[in-house]
């Protein structure tokens, strides 16, 4: 899928407000409440706006549809999202993906009760299951597409907005079963965690990326690099970048991420 001209007409536009104000909006999916995202990245982004003197400023999301329309617009300097969001960001406005986590890929995991009889997948043939947004990339996008594709499973789809509600709904037994991930799941309270049991994996992908926006100068973009790889020596850090996750920062590339237009996930990503 290339580009549209549209995009790369406004991938090459100059963002004046940031340049005039030395300010650098910094999106972040929002796969927890507010209130988690602000504690994790605020201090990461206070560092790294003392050490190169320049601001970057958390600029959140409500839900997931209101953070997909935000860096379709290309209202974000710099923006944390998921590796088929990365795709979408890159075909539109241009972003490049430029960090990521390298000791893990990315995992998207079903979950049912754990006293559920439900045991396989074709138990769940016609049931109700819970994601938390459409195009969330391994709790939800990969998982339909396999699911559909791979194990002709039918069943109906119902999206509650983030990955703690997933969990809780299926908990509680408001779900026959939900999506998630990996790292979402290993974040939620013992209490919770105990209750539930992973019936399927999916296949793995590159972790989330950090992408940023071309009209960001070069030079502001390699120093946010070399400092964002740098905090992990930080000890004030190191559990800033493990909630995020990013346990090992490197380098990030597009090439990575492009794989994943022949996955079939098109079938199943809803633009809005």
């Known amino acids: 899928m290339g580009r549209t001209m549209a995009g790369l007409l406004a991938a090459l536009s100059i963002s004046v407000s940031a340049a005039a104000s030395n300010i650098y ?3 972040v999916v929002p796969q927890y409440d507010a209130r988690t995202l602000h504690a994790t990245w605020q201090p990461i982004l206070a560092r790294i706006s003392e050490e190169l003197g320049h601001r970057f400023v958390l600029k959140g999301a409500n839900d997931i549809p209101s953070f997909e329309a935000a860096y379709r617009n290309g209202d974000y300097d710099f923006v944390y999202l998921n590796p088929w969001h990365a795709v979408v960001a890159w075909e539109v406005q241009a972003y490049q993906p430029i960090l ?6 990315l995992h998207g995991v079903l979950v049912v009760r754990r006293d559920s009889e439900i045991r396989t997948l074709d138990d769940l043939q016609g049931r109700e299951i819970v994601f938390p947004a459409p195009n969330a990339m391994g709790a939800s996008l990969l998982i339909r597409a396999e699911l559909t594709s791979q ?10 907005g983030n990955h703690a509600s997933v969990y809780l709904n299926v ?3 408001a779900a026959d079963a939900g999506g998630g991930i990996l790292a979402t799941l290993h974040e939620q309270p013992a209490a919770l965690k105990s209750r539930l049991r992973i019936l399927y994996r999916t296949r793995g992908v590159k972790p989330h990326p950090i992408s940023v926006h071309p009209r960001v100068p070069g030079a502001l973009v390699k120093a946010f690099v070399r ?5 992990s020596d930080k ?3 190191r559990q800033h970048l493990l909630d995020i ?9 597009i090439s990575e991420y492009l794989p994943l237009q022949d996955w079939g996930l098109q079938s199943f990503y809803d633009p809005g």
């Open 245 to 253: 996750p990013l346990q090992e920062i490197g380098k990030a590339d």
């Open 100 to 105: 990521r986590d390298m000791s893990r890929e």
């Open 227 to 231: 400092s964002m790889i740098s905090l």
């Open 25 to 27: 909006t910094v999106g």
């Open 171 to 173: 908990a509680v037994g």
């Open 151 to 160: 194990h002709r499973l039918l069943f109906h789809p119902v999206y509650v």
């Open 235 to 237: 000890l004030s850090m």
